[in-house]
T-cell receptor
Framework: AQSVTQLDSQVPVFEEAPVELRCNYS??????LFWYVQYPNQGLQLLLK??????LVKGINGFEAEFNKSQTSFHLRKPSVHISDTAEYFC????????????FGTGTRLQVFP | DTAVSQTPKYLVTQMGNDKSIKCEQN?????MYWYKQDSKKFLKIMFS???????INETVPNRFSPKSPDKAHLNLHINSLELGDSAVYFC???????????FGPGTRLTVL
């Protein structure tokens, strides 16, 4: 079975500072990896995804993530955050041959302060 | 230009009642899903339908019954509502081969 661990439940950061949100996964088979963002009282929006190929994936709003197979990680980064990035961020994994079932992590609350 | 829509956005009801949440997608996707997000923001899949056929049922109480009249709609009917059913319910849809999932805005269900 697959699982996802987001080690940080909350990450406070000042505006214009860099940020990294950590995600580790567990799976015995090939996986696809996703990051979703949930703004307050809204649904989830796809930030980026890793399917195959280049391990550095660029997404919307200046976010990027790096797939590291040896460390089973898929950390999300942004070099300079804005107040508007304040939201809940979810890492998710699916088995490559059964992408119907997304397993989500418990989420990381990114709070950006002025 | 709504992709995945849900109605209602908020639903407040008494224990024991029966209620439905509707979901529609205009993306032409084949697969639709229902997720439950609890008070700690944990998201868990409940059901998945592909072309009106149930393909995932994640040990959800049988008080929950999804219904797919066509591949653009997946409704969730809940019988005999309990306090523990209070949550945000999200609908999503996807298209092969990767099945990247697109989520609706959610329905916040409060059972009193």
């Amino acid at each position: 079975a697959q699982s996802v661990t987001q080690l940080d439940s909350q990450v406070p950061v000042f505006e214009e500072a860099p940020v990294e949100l950590r995600c580790n996964y567990s799976s015995s088979v090939s996986v696809y990896l996703f990051w979703y963002v949930q703004y307050p009282n809204q649904g989830l929006q796809l930030l980026l995804k890793y399917l195959s190929g280049s391990t550095l994936v660029k997404g919307i709003n200046g976010f990027e993530a790096e797939f590291n197979k040896s460390q089973t990680s898929f950390h999300l980064r942004k070099p300079s955050v804005h107040i508007s990035d304040t939201a809940e961020y979810f890492c998710a994994v699916s088995v490559a041959y059964n992408t119907d079932k997304l397993i989500f992590g418990t989420g990381t609350r990114l709070q950006v302060f002025p | 230009d709504t992709a995945v829509s849900q109605t209602p956005k908020y639903l407040v009801t008494q224990m024991g009642n029966d209620k439905s949440i509707k979901c529609e997608q205009n993306l032409g996707h084949d697969t639709m899903y229902w997720y439950k997000q609890d008070s700690k923001k944990f998201l868990k899949i409940m059901f998945s339908y592909n072309n009106k056929e149930l393909i995932i049922n994640e040990t959800v109480p049988n008080r929950f019954s999804p219904k797919s009249p066509d591949k653009a709609h997946l409704n969730l009917h809940i019988n005999s509502l309990e306090l523990g059913d209070s949550a945000v319910y999200f609908c999503a849809s996807s298209l092969p081969p990767v099945n990247t999932q697109y989520f609706g805005p959610g329905t916040r269900l409060t059972v009193l």
